[in-house]
């Protein structure tokens, strides 16, 4: 990693306990109805991986890409499908797996997108939430942790082109 103060915010261990804890929440409120776990991509591959592991029921599981910040920190609150998803989910109820829900407007995107599908049910799962820079009226269903308004990285969240593989959330001290 560049030469600067890694701060760690969420520690490995903390993420583990919690995605044990909502894998079984989930399993639980889906017991006995057809589950579609809707990864996007590419932040949340590897929350996807961790929880899914942690659910005791049968679970289909797909992808989709939209666009989001590029190299910048800011969101151009424009969303674009890049791939989307290509299994018939009618019938099936939908949770949609995200790394974070920031201003709120990819989420709220993909949850109107997914509506002409005609899926049984749309809901969300987060690993982050960051409510103070919210923009639209949003609210996940399932979250792993609250954070405050700063950029992190780690746990499949980018920084540029990086750092999606390193296993914990952190972000850089500021250095004046
Ligand atoms: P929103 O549309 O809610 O503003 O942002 C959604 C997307 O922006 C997230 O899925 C994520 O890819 C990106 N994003 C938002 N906040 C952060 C952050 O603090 N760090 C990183 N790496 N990505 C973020
Ligand atoms: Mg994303």
């Known amino acids: 990693m560049e030469d600067k103060k890694v701060n760690i915010l969420i520690s490995e261990d903390d993420i583990a306990k919690r995605i044990t804890e909502i894998g079984n929440k989930i399993s639980n409120d889906y017991k006995g109805k057809k589950l579609y776990v809707l990864s996007l991509l590419r932040g949340s591959f ?27 920190e800011s969101s151009s609150g424009n969303v674009k499908v890049l791939s989307d998803i290509y299994d018939d989910i009618r ?34 799962c987060v690993l982050l939430d960051k409510p103070e820079r919210r923009k639209v009226d949003i609210e996940p269903d399932y979250k792993c942790f609250t954070i405050p308004d700063v950029f992190v990285a780690g746990y499949g969240l980018n920084y540029g082109d990086y750092y999606r593989n390193i296993p914990y959330v952190f972000n850089w001290e500021k250095i004046d």
Not at 46 to 72: E, P
């Open 46 to 72: 590897i929350f996807t991986a961790d929880l899914v592991r942690k659910m005791s029921i049968d679970v289909k599981i797909g992808f989709m890409t939209t666009s989001s910040y590029g190299d910048k």
């Open 91 to 124: 019938g099936y109820n939908v949770l949609i797996v995200d790394d974070i829900v920031d201003t709120g407007i990819t989420m709220k995107f993909v949850m109107e997108h997914l509506k002409k599908y005609n899926p049984e049910s749309i809901k969300c």
